[in-house]
């Protein structure tokens, strides 16, 4: 396996549902970030972990609980979603220090009924 | 007003035309500025990327930087119907880690 893997590609759940997304990556980069990309929107950026923690939540719901057990994995937990928080949710590894180059994973695509 | 303004499109060209791709911006701290092209059902993949001014060539593919502007272009030259997706731009300053996008241009090219 090579660059940023994530699981499942698709998920669709109902508002009551509990889940997760997953995300490895295997290039060896210190931080992760987790992305929201919704139709003809900017990607807004979720949360990014740096050497494991934490370093920015930008202002998300709590439904949305980020994970992030050592450099190579993230996870995003979800709970009592909205059919508003539909979409589709990319997570990215990049190093730093350094450019900030982003190397993206294929996208987990979530349905909320 | 958005830090990074990118026109939607959808753009559709016949093959082998040239491709002009444009973001404006407001944040004059912005140094480092990146192009993702994303194809459908994919993540995005960085295409182009250029520190500060001036333009950068790679293949059919050329960035431009006008700080003085605050615009950025991607050029597409002899465009092929494999270059069709989405465009994003993307940018951030020196201190920062957080980057900014852009929300994307789709890109069709008519074989």
């Known amino acids: 396996e090579t660059g940023v893997t994530q699981t499942p590609r698709h998920l669709v759940m109902g508002m009551t549902n509990k889940k997760s997304l997953k995300c490895e990556q295997h290039?060896?980069?210190?931080?992760m970030y987790w992305y929201k990309q919704s139709a003809k929107k900017p990607l807004e950026l979720m949360f990014v972990?740096?050497?494991?923690?934490?370093?920015e939540n930008n202002s998300v719901p709590s439904r949305f609980s980020p994970e992030c057990p050592n450099s190579s994995h993230l996870f995003l937990h979800l709970h009592t979603l909205q059919p508003e928080d539909s979409a589709l949710y990319l997570c990215a590894s990049s190093q730093v220090p350094g450019t900030g180059e982003l190397f993206f994973g294929e996208g987990s695509r979530l349905t909320v009924l | 007003q958005k830090e990074v303004e990118q026109d939607p499109g959808p753009l559709s060209v016949p093959e082998g035309a040239i491709v002009s791709l444009n973001c404006t911006y407001s944040?004059?701290?912005?140094?480092?500025f990146m192009w993702y092209r994303q194809y459908s059902r994919k993540g995005p993949e960085l295409l182009m990327y250029t520190y500060s001014s001036g333009n950068k060539e790679d293949g059919r593919f050329t960035a431009q930087v006008d700080k003085s502007s605050k615009y950025i272009s991607l050029f597409i030259r002899d465009s092929q119907p494999s270059d069709s997706a989405t465009y994003l731009c993307a940018m951030k300053t020196s201190s920062a880690s957080k980057i900014i996008f852009g929300s994307g241009t789709r890109l069709s090219i008519r074989p």
């Open positions: 290039l060896g980069h210190n931080a």
């Open positions: 944040n004059s701290a912005f140094q480092y």
């Open positions: 972990y740096s050497l494991e923690e934490r370093v």
